[in-house]
């Protein structure tokens, strides 16, 4: 005996989602500023090399038939403009499509702040990135000032999907510990981390049960909470975050950092190590203070 | 279907091989099938703490590369019958090893004998990551000093992410071995004290060897040293750990400084 067997109609899918891209404002005079822009790519070689690049013309505001020139320039520097920004536009075929209403990036999830070298400035603990890289990028960002590595530009520089609470562990080809969103913005970790891990969450909180072992890192756009010791790295509020924290049960750490603030485990000595505590801003200054 | 045991610590020196070799013949004794796999291609030495060395034909890269049987490769230990030790190359390099041939050696392997024990070259390259590859366990071994503990703490992250196990989402047991662990130093606060170790490494303990000359020398004499002086402090630290790799449920006791331990019995008695 036979069945035939049901015919099944496929529905087509359509989705709206949100990407994280990179914004290009280009400002007048063009030369001068396609040079600034050769110095930054020179200081980061393949910094742009796959990522999508919006091209804001709003400041510029060029003749439509200027466009596909700039955009040529820019793809001789590696640069792919996969969209252009300008209001009340009109653009042809061959230019890349236009985007409108776009939304600043915020700390709250969406962008992760472009990784920059950290500067660190012995004096002040601060680093700074420089102006150069503030006007390569779109302007309105905060300036980045962690004690930066490369690592968080790779993983920051993700397309992050929006409103999944996406998880990305950068894990140095390490092992990824047991990862649960526990809601959107934190990240719990129910197993230790083990050194040469690193923990990298742009959307909120991290909170680690075990320890964190010397030599590994967790770095979270906001606060940070280890309920075993910390002998490794935190650096919390990374993408720019004046309220974020840091709680440990054990302070062993090799480096804290609040905001791009930070204190190393020499400076803490003899003060917050070995002790409960908590790490916060207080009047731009890092404190480090027991709990209790 | 046997079980395959990577000896591994990151670090080298800390008696990875004199481990292999002394839990290997530890289990071999109770009459369990047992064959010792040299990973560390290039520099071995597996064979010469077996006293095997004068008897090496072929090796693990013969095998891999088919130039060789697993048989002809196998060398059976003259003093314990079901204990085998599958040598290294010692004239090839890391590169001589694949991932296939490796897989299907301890394949072969795990359908013949009871306990494979895969000695780790030290690091964390390519050599190390093929030795934990298809482990069903790992012994950790580390010695109470810092360095070796943060090394340890690293293999144990690429345990949990590189191996065949982990990989398909299951559980790698794991081990912790404290090796030359120096009671005196220990007192005096010089080491880390077992409990550093095993909070800083989360993993359970498998058994803690003191610092012995007697090691050092059985490993010079090619002999294991829990069959050539299993009465030895350090040997019975090892046969117990054999037993607690069984899954017997022995109690670790901490070694402590005899010296000092007689010295106030003989102070109080004079008092």
């Given at each position: ?202 959307h909120g909180d991290v909170i680690v049960l075990g320890s964190v072992a010397s030599g590994s890192e967790i770095i979270a756009s ?71 | ?136 366990e790992a012994v950790i071994v580390t010695n109470p000093e810092v360095s070796s503990v943060r090394d340890s703490d690293r293999i ?116």
């Amino acid at each position: 005996m036979t069945f035939a067997a049901p015919v099944e109609t496929k529905s087509i899918r359509f989705r709206a989602r949100s990407f994280v891209a990179f914004t290009l404002t280009p400002e007048a005079p063009i030369t001068e500023w396609l040079e600034g822009l050769d110095h930054w790519i020179g200081n980061s070689p393949g910094y742009f090399s796959g990522r999508p690049v919006v091209l804001d013309l709003n400041v510029l505001k060029p003749d439509v038939s200027d466009i596909a020139a700039l955009i040529a320039s820019l793809g001789a520097r590696g640069i792919r403009v996969y969209a252009v920004e300008l209001e009340g536009a009109s653009l042809g075929p061959e230019l890349p499509p236009l985007l409108g209403n776009a939304k600043e990036a915020t700390t709250d999830g969406l962008l992760a702040q472009p990784g920059r070298k950290g500067r660190a400035d012995a004096a002040t603990g601060k680093s700074d990135a420089g102006d150069e890289a503030g006007k390569a990028e779109h302007g309105n960002h905060e300036h980045g000032k962690h004690g930066g590595d490369e690592g968080r530009a790779e993983a920051a520089g993700k397309l992050a999907e929006r409103g999944k609470g996406g998880v990305e562990a950068r894990a140095d080809g390490v092992a990824e510990p047991r990862l649960d969103v526990v809601q959107s913005g934190t990240l719990m970790i129910k197993s230790p981390i083990r050194s040469g891990q690193s923990i990298f969450h742009p959307h909120g909180d991290v909170i680690v049960l075990g320890s964190v072992a010397s030599g590994s890192e967790i770095i979270a756009s906001g606060s940070i909470h280890v309920y075993g010791t910390l002998r490794g790295r935190a650096i919390a509020g990374a993408q720019g975050n004046l309220s974020a924290r840091i709680f440990c049960r054990k302070n062993e750490a090799e480096l804290i950092a609040v905001d791009g603030w930070y204190t190393t485990a020499e400076e803490m000595e003899g003060v917050s190590r070995g002790k409960a505590v908590q790490a916060f801003l207080e009047n731009d200054m890092l404190a480090v203070v027991p709990l209790n | 279907m046997g079980k395959v045991v990577v000896v591994t610590s990151g670090k080298g020196g800390v008696g990875k091989t004199t481990s292999t070799a002394a839990l290997g013949a530890a289990v071999a004794k109770t009459g369990k099938k047992v064959a010792l796999v040299d990973f560390d291609v290039g520099l071995r030495n597996l064979d010469l703490i077996m006293g095997a060395e004068r008897r090496v034909v072929f090796d693990l890269v013969n095998v891999i590369q088919g130039t060789a049987k697993l048989s002809q490769a196998l060398i059976r230990d003259k003093r314990v019958e079901t204990l085998f030790l599958l040598p290294a190359s010692q004239t090839r390099d890391k590169d001589a090893l694949t991932e296939e041939g490796v897989g299907e050696v301890i394949e072969k392997l795990r359908s013949v004998f009871d306990y494979v024990f895969c000695d780790s070259p030290a690091g964390i390259e390519r050599g190390a990551q093929l030795a934990m590859r298809f482990a069903d366990e790992a012994v950790i071994v580390t010695n109470p000093e810092v360095s070796s503990v943060r090394d340890s703490d690293r293999i144990i992250g690429l345990l949990d992410a590189r191996t065949m196990r982990a990989e398909h989402g299951e559980h790698i047991a794991k081990h912790v071995l404290v090796t030359r662990y120096d009671a005196a130093r220990a007192a005096r606060g010089e080491m880390l004290s077992i409990d550093d170790v095993l909070e800083i490494l989360s993993v359970p303990l498998l058994g803690i060897i003191p610092e012995s000359q007697d090691v050092l020398r059985a490993s010079n004499l090619g002999s294991p040293v829990t069959l050539s002086e299993p009465l030895n402090a350090a040997a019975k630290a090892y046969l117990e750990s054999a037993r607690r790799l069984e899954g017997e449920d022995l109690p670790v006791v901490v070694p402590f400084e005899r010296k000092g331990f007689l010295d106030r019995l003989l102070g109080r008695r004079a008092a």
